[in-house]
């Protein structure tokens, strides 16, 4: 999963530019205030975002 993160200082949308395959909490810098993000990934999050297991198959059928 990637994230996307909006500052609450600034509004700055970024990217995080690491993967998230667990769930965990961690810390960004904003881009554009350099104020501090603090990022929380739960698994709901996680299985929010990833497709059911027939579309990932649909989309590569060597899966």
Not at 39 to 52: C, I, K, N, Y
Not at 53 to 60: D, Q
């Amino acid at each position: 999963m990637r994230a996307v993160v909006t500052c609450e200082s600034c509004g700055h949308r970024q990217a995080v530019a690491r993967p998230i395959a667990a769930p965990e909490s961690f810390f960004v810098i904003c881009h554009e205030c350099e104020g501090v993000l603090r990022v929380e990934v739960t698994e709901q999050d996680l299985r929010t975002a990833s497709p059911p297991a027939t579309a990932r198959r649909e989309r590569n059928p060597a899966a």
